[in-house]
């Protein structure tokens, strides 16, 4: 069972940044493979980033890419967003979830722990 917080949402100008952060609970955080994803109001939760076991393999949707960087600190059970040029757009409720694939995934369903998520609005 792993337990995951996201934290370090807000409001933001559009070309600004944002640092989300996601804690896990318990002593296996390293065993799993790490993503977020993000609704919007009336969408469907959509992948954003992804990042593997040991945090030397990360993956992007096309919409993020060379913005949104993902990293991990295994040590102290954390995932981390950093978010950078921010676009309206990207306004959502932010969550990360955990996976036990030994693939990497980009559907939700692959996904078998989820936070309660955060909210990023940006205002233009």
């Known amino acids: 069972q792993v337990q995951l917080v996201e934290s370090g949402g807000g409001l933001v100008q559009a070309g600004g940044s944002l640092r989300l952060s996601c804690a896990a609970s318990g002593r296996t955080f390293s065993t799993y493979r790490m993503g977020w994803f993000r609704q919007a109001p009336g969408k469907e939760r959509e992948f954003v980033a992804a990042i593997n076991r040991n945090g030397g393999s990360t993956y992007y949707a096309d919409s993020v890419k060379g913005r949104f960087t993902i990293s991990r600190d295994n040590a102290k059970n954390t995932v981390y967003l950093q978010m950078n040029s921010l676009k309206p757009e990207d306004t959502a409720v932010y969550y990360c979830?955990?996976?036990?694939?030994?693939?990497?995934?980009?559907?939700?369903?692959?996904?078998?722990?989820w936070g309660q998520g955060t909210q990023v609005t940006v205002s233009s």
């Open positions: 979830a955990a996976s036990r694939s030994v693939v990497r995934t980009t559907d939700p369903q692959n996904y078998d722990y």
